[in-house]
């Protein structure tokens, strides 16, 4: 089993889902700094399969863990559409299953920024969710299971970025990617916007929203407010082997299902709950010149 440990055998026990995603990871490699009395049980494939319920229960009843961190999902909007019932089978079944089982223990669940339309931006958490998309359902039908239980938190994050084990999950490696393969030039969206945001940044404020038992929902996202555009302009300057030149356009301009223009999270709420303050990402990357993004 894949089980790393922060603490002694006499601390409280921590399950993280999906430990070798993006932020699962980022909570899993930070749990030392960020919850030192915490041990960590890192959950992946190589455990066993999430979508095997009884073998959920039965390491469930195992281990007794004291809280369950679960961003084990179907997370991308492509993905969802592509196989609708296996998104709402991993997404919304399977964090129902996890919900229950953690009945009595804090659980936090991670959805996202895309449970809004796009129409208004700086969304609060009391505001009326709208998905235009299979991915944006399947997560807010999962919130609406969270929320039944008092005890259960959920978070929603935008675009996280940073070091993901297999170098395809963070958008920033999407985008390096991307550009590295395009021969003839990048459009970027100037009229579509998100709230980019470190995973280490998101990894320190759930782990410290965790900690204080806090429960409902908390927008968890960077504090600047970015076109896609204006990302690709910052983290060009970060990676100067690049060569591709990005140019700007309009996502209403292009084919394609609707999108959701500006689906900006309004932070203030995390904000005022947090020992230290979220970042944006302009400023981010500025104090941390050598971190990997």
């Known amino acids: 089993m894949a089980i790393s440990l922060s603490g002694s055998l006499t601390e409280p026990l921590a399950w993280i889902t999906g430990a070798n995603g993006l932020i699962g990871n ?57 196989n609708p019932a296996l998104a709402r089978r991993v997404n919304v079944e399977l964090t129902q299953l996890l919900a229950e089982l953690a009945a009595e223990i804090p659980f ?14 700086n969304y609060a958490e009391t505001d009326m969710a709208n998905p235009l998309h299979v991915y944006g359902e399947t997560k807010l039908a999962a919130e609406a299971v969270v929320l039944k239980n008092p005890r259960h938190l959920v978070i929603r994050t935008s675009l996280n970025g940073g070091a993901s084990p297999s170098g395809n999950r963070a958008f920033n490696e999407h985008l390096r990617r991307a550009l590295q393969s395009a021969e003839q030039g990048m459009t970027l969206f100037t009229d579509e916007f998100r709230n ?26 960077g504090a600047e407010k970015l076109s896609r555009l204006q ?6 300057k970060r990676w100067p082997e690049i060569k ?12 394609g299902p609707p999108r959701a223009l500006d689906t900006s999270l309004d932070i203030s ?3 005022k709950s947090l020992s230290a303050p ?14 990997p993004f």
């Open 196 to 221: 980019p945001i470190p995973a280490v940044e998101t990894a320190r404020a759930v782990w410290e929203l965790a900690q204080k038992n806090l429960v409902g929902i908390f927008h968890v996202a």
């Open 231 to 236: 990302i690709g302009e910052l983290l060009i």
């Open 278 to 291: 979220l970042p944006g990402l302009s400023e981010w990357l500025v104090k941390n010149p050598n971190e």
């Open 244 to 255: 591709t030149k990005i140019k700007s356009g309009l996502a209403k301009d292009f084919p």
């Open 26 to 82: 980022y909570l899993v490699q930070t749990a030392p700094q960020f919850a030192p009395r915490w041990r960590v049980r890192a959950l992946t494939r190589a455990d066993f399969d999430l979508l095997d319920f009884a073998a959920i229960r039965r390491e469930f009843k195992n281990d007794q863990p004291q809280i369950v961190i679960h961003c084990a999902a179907i997370s991308t909007v492509a993905d969802a559409q592509k």
């Open 108 to 121: 936090i669940f991670f959805s996202t920024d895309l449970v809004f339309d796009g129409r208004k931006g």
């Open 269 to 271: 709420k995390v904000q």
